[in-house]
């Protein structure tokens, strides 16, 4: 089916099963430990030896010798993979370093071996045995240092590199009001709940992992292209996901080591990637330096706006695009953004949720409070005052397909009791505590995936769905099914749906915030399709029949599903391809981050009160999980504000504090009351759903507006990442909080 035009009055309309409230059908298995993880598939591979990854000690260079004799020698050793005896392998075009290191080094903790072993102690022990002759080389680890020596990345997800509209410079230096500084944001790591993790078996020439990966289609073609293989001879099998925020959206080290120990000895191989492995093995949320210009009139109504961004990855990675949000978000017929890309010889850096908008509306929101403040403009009214209806660089000929934010703003505003902010710093006190609000615009573009399903009733009238596409803990399941039941007119009970198998239909799979409403428009293509079978069965025209309670209806006539589809049951399987519409009209999530912080007058620690958000995101399928993803996303926007840094030993290439004891990521005794307000809104030119993505806009700009909020409560502008206790009370650009 093709979506090419706008949607009109469908199925999806009636709101009986879609739009409401459903508790997560994967609920019960999952609180009960018999949804099958990864790691756990002892009933489809029994008897898997285990693997244990041996990391470079280096972050770059060369390998001079193995010597592997001890470890050999170990008890219950069965074999070690290493690049000497793993055959010619390739590299997936979505991975940036190899998965299997030597004899060249191209960061640390890149995994240069693995020790197969009869249990997880023993191949453990001997991976402590492997010894490692290396030849070290001078690396780039410093952002700050290499900044002058970025360039223009190539062309990605975010667009082009650099942008242009008017002219910036002129408009600036006449502007009556200015705003010129910088902000930083550190590297960042997903610290999802379930690690990297694989188990593979080969059957012949045929391999099957079972693997915690975000996109089923994506994995089975970077195998393939790893292994040199045909990608017809790989099954990846992934039905449940602990977590992922874009860390699993490609295949790791983990998936291609167990295939390669599964082969060198002969049986199932299981490996995890040891928790203080991930941040420096996998992927991170690459640091940024940004700049922003912005001018003005004394009203605050913008002119001119230039937003800058460093960042840094190895050799032939890409850029965080942290100003692309900057490019739709605000008016100004003058404007620049540009991305500069410096080669760092760390671990890959690549997408973390919200890749892009969750770093830049750290600063964009922080530098529109400051001009709020310039301008002597209440923070909510600057933001109405400079909303725009179009695409500010294409202007009014691309339109917004649809645009709530101003709506956010004030009924967020509203709700939150932004009426009864002081709008001095440093005036509120609460005994011992400081207490301030902020606001930050939430903006996070919305995209859409060419996605397939198929579907099908049995004589009982229970209908099933199978697409590849994958639940990371978001609630697939249950919206899927709903998507199922609505269409065919069943109760959400008469649903089953199977995920995450590349033996299914090709999903858009989990990411960029286009899952949910990309891969139930693909349901909703196949149930047409199916609809259109049942109808013709019936006698009935596609087009005039209603599907509801079970049947197949035509004025007084009637027909069971079950009775249509026979003994052997009815399926019909299609996908959702779309057509230009991003194109002609500009398509985005917007909302409104409200944040109330106290921090203490003498140890200047910052403490979450209340936090509120308003959204709109197109047609919201399950109301229930929509809150619970935008709720976690706003965590994490805390702890982006707060306390997330990967630090860099910048002598030696690596991130310090590589595990849970000294990365710190928010806890539930951090976060306090959550209100979550959805506008309505239904996007007709996004898809037939008239949905729109929803898991990532509520960590857009969240961190921004605890910043707003410090700043509000001490009179202290950090623009620093994270806002720790030191920056607070070392400050020079404020007064001191004691």
């Known amino acids: 089916m ?21 508790d997560r059908i994967d609920g019960p298995a999952k609180v009960t430990g018999t949804a099958p993880y990864a790691y756990e598939r002892h009933d489809a591979a029994p008897n898997a030896a285990y693997g244990w990854i041996v990391g470079s000690a280096i972050a770059k260079g060369r390998i001079g010798a193995m010597d592997l004799r001890a470890a050999e020698a170990a008890p219950g050793v069965l074999g070690i993979v290493t690049h000497q005896n793993a055959g010619p392998l390739g590299k997936g075009n979505f991975n940036t370093a190899h998965l299997l290191g030597g004899p060249q080094i191209e960061h640390y903790e890149q995994a240069v071996a693995l020790v197969i072993a009869d249990t997880l102690e023993n191949a453990r022990d001997a991976a402590r045995l492997v010894r490692i002759d290396y030849a070290p080389e001078q690396g780039r680890f410093d952002l700050a240092a290499e900044r002058d020596k970025g360039v223009p990345p190539p062309p990605g997800f975010g667009g082009p590199a650099d942008t242009r509209a008017g002219d910036f410079e002129a408009g600036f230096a006449k502007a009556a009001v200015k705003i010129d500084q910088s902000y930083t944001t550190p590297d ?5 709940m379930e690690p990297h993790a694989t188990i593979a078996a080969w059957n012949g020439d045929k391999l099957t992992l079972w693997t915690s990966n975000q996109m089923i289609a994506w994995g089975v073609g970077e195998m393939a292209k790893t292994l040199k293989i045909p990608p017809e001879n790989i099954r990846l099998v992934s039905p449940y996901i602990g977590g992922g925020f874009g860390a699993k959206l490609w295949v ?35 640091a940024t330096i940004q700049r922003i210009r912005i001018g003005a009139d004394k009203r605050g109504v913008i002119d001119a706006i230039a937003h800058e961004v460093w960042s840094g990855d190895l050799p032939g990675g890409g850029a965080e695009t942290a100003a692309q949000q900057t490019r739709l978000l605000y008016r100004g017929p003058n404007r620049l953004t540009t991305h500069r890309l410096s080669t760092l010889d760390l671990p890959e850096g690549n997408a973390m949720r919200a890749p892009g908008e969750a770093v830049g509306l750290l600063a964009l929101e922080v530098a529109m409070d400051e001009l709020a403040e310039a301008c002597g403009v209440d923070p909510v009214e600057l933001r109405i005052r400079n909303d725009v209806q179009y695409d500010p660089e294409a202007g009014p000929q691309r339109p917004f397909s649809s645009r709530k934010l101003v709506e956010c703003l004030r009924e967020g505003a509203a709700r939150f009791g932004w009426n009864r902010r002081n709008p001095k710093p440093g005036q509120v006190r609460d005994g011992r505590w400081l207490v301030g609000m902020g606001v930050a ?96 069965k019936a006698g009935f025209p596609a087009d005039k029949a209603l599907f509801e309670d079970g049947l197949v209806r035509l004025g007084n006539q009637s027909q069971p599903l079950g009775t249509l589809a026979g003994r052997e049951g009815l399926w019909a399987e299609d996908s959702m391809d779309y057509g230009d519409l991003d194109k002609r009209y500009a398509q985005a999530t917007f909302g ?31 109301p229930k999980s929509a809150r619970s993803q935008v709720i976690g996303a706003m965590t994490m926007g805390v702890g982006a504000a707060l306390m997330e840094e990967l630090s860099v030993d910048t002598r030696f290439g690596f991130f310090v504090n590589h595990d849970m004891a000294e990365y710190l990521v928010p806890v539930h005794a951090d976060i306090p009351h959550q209100d979550v307000l959805f506008i309505d809104e239904l996007d007709d030119k996004s898809s037939p759903m008239k949905a729109k993505g929803v898991g990532e806009l509520g960590i857009c700009g969240a961190g ?25 009370l070392g400050s020079s650009t404020g007064k001191r909080v004691a």
Request: hydrophobic share 45%.
């Open 704 to 728: 921004a507006a605890v910043a707003n909020a410090i700043y509000n409560a001490t009179g202290v502008r950090l623009r620093d990442y994270p806002l720790t206790i030191d920056k607070i």
């Open 441 to 536: 615009t939430a903006f996070r573009n919305n995209l859409v995936a060419k996605s397939g399903a198929r579907i099908g009733v049995d004589a009982m009238g229970h209908v099933t769905v199978e697409t590849d596409m994958t639940d990371i803990g978001t609630g697939s399941y249950t919206i899927i099914a709903q998507t199922a039941a609505e269409m065919l007119g069943v109760p959400l009970e008469a649903v089953s749906v199977r995920l995450g198998d590349s033996r299914f239909p090709v999903s858009a799979g989990s990411g960029g915030q286009w899952g949910a409403n990309s891969s139930t428009a693909g349901v909703y293509a196949a149930a047409m399709a199916l609809r259109a079978k049942l109808a013709e």
């Open 2 to 22: 093709k979506f090419d035009t706008p949607a009109t009055t469908n199925p999806i309309d009636r709101g009986r099963v879609v739009g409401v409230a459903h």
């Open 252 to 286: 790791r080290a983990d998936a291609l080591l167990a295939a390669l120990g599964s082969r060198l000895v002969g049986r199932p191989v299981k490996v995890a990637i040891a928790r203080p492995q991930i941040p420096n093995n996998t992927v991170h949320r690459p």
């Open 592 to 622: 409104a981050h409200f944040c109330e912080v106290g921090v203490d007058i003498d140890t200047a620690e910052v403490r979450i009160r209340r936090m509120g958000g308003a959204f709109a995101a197109g047609r919201i399928l399950n």
């Open 188 to 192: 960042q790591s997903h610290a999802m």
